[in-house]
T-cell receptor, first 118, second 113 residues
Framework: GAGVSQSPSNKVTEKGKDVELRCDPI?????LYWYRQRLGQGLEFLIY????????KSGLPSDRFSAERTGESVSTLTIQRTQQEDSAVYLC????????????????FGPGTRLTVT | AQSVTQPDIHITVSEGASLELRCNYS??????LFWYVQSPGQGLQLLLK??????LVQGIKGFEAEFKRSQSSFNLRKPSVHWSDAAEYFC???????????FGKGTRLHILP
């Protein structure tokens, strides 16, 4: 089946504009994650959705960042009043129940959205 | 809260040489451990995972990793690297089901011809 998809693949925006990044997870995956990866850096956790539970927003760097998820489907990451330091690749991952009882889910990653703020 | 440390930011090895990438975790209970690879211009791909049982786990592309509880480590190894192994490698740790998975900052592997 189809993997995780993200759109757009590339986004160039002017400083101060708002942007929306979209993630379509694998069908049936209950968990969805957003990460930020700055050039040459590791993965920075942003937000985590799990089923109908309240999302874990502990990684969002400022109140300019927000994310929504409709049920167990598509998610949108919104960055308001973009700044140059927001330039990065934004990765989305989804996961499904693992084979081991009580084991965390392994993640399947999308190709990412490369955001450039000029 | 769980955490994971990859002490080496960059590693350079010659093609055909053996490889070991280090990963240390911190968690009070049994961790669930993963290694992912990110090749240039590619998305992240799962190499292998440890949930329970045999502490030596085999993954794709000839990689293996060994869970050592006494050392809180989950090092990734390969007997003989190929030029195509040049990539960024991420170790990740999870706790119980429904918890988020925490990634290390990554180790960038360079291969000398």
């Amino acid at each position: 089946g189809a993997g995780v998809s993200q759109s757009p693949s590339n986004k160039v925006t002017e400083k101060g504009k708002d942007v929306e990044l979209r993630c379509d997870p694998i069908s049936g995956h209950t968990a969805l994650y957003w990460y930020r990866q700055r050039l040459g850096q590791g993965l920075e956790f942003l937000i985590y959705f799990q089923g109908n539970s309240a999302p874990d927003k502990s990684g969002l760097p400022s109140d300019r960042f927000s994310a929504e998820r409709t049920g167990e489907s598509v998610s949108t990451l919104t960055i308001q009043r973009t700044q140059q330091e927001d330039s990065a690749v934004y990765l989305c991952a989804s996961s499904s129940p693992g084979q081991a009882l009580m084991a965390p889910y392994e993640q399947y990653f999308g190709p990412g959205t490369r955001l450039t703020v000029t | 809260a769980q955490s994971v440390t990859q002490p080496d930011i960059h590693i350079t090895v010659s093609e055909g040489a053996s490889l070991e990438l280090r990963c240390n975790y911190s968690y009070g209970a049994t961790p669930y451990l993963f290694w992912y690879v990110q090749s240039p211009g590619q998305g992240l791909q799962l190499l292998l995972k440890y949930f329970s049982g045999d502490t030596l786990v085999q993954g794709i592309k000839g990689f293996e990793a060994e869970f050592k509880r006494s050392q809180s480590s989950f090092n990734l190894r390969k007997p003989s690297v190929h030029w195509s192994d040049a990539a960024e490698y991420f170790c990740a740790v999870g706790a119980r089901r429904d918890d988020k998975i925490i990634f290390g900052k990554g180790t960038r592997l360079h291969i000398l011809p």
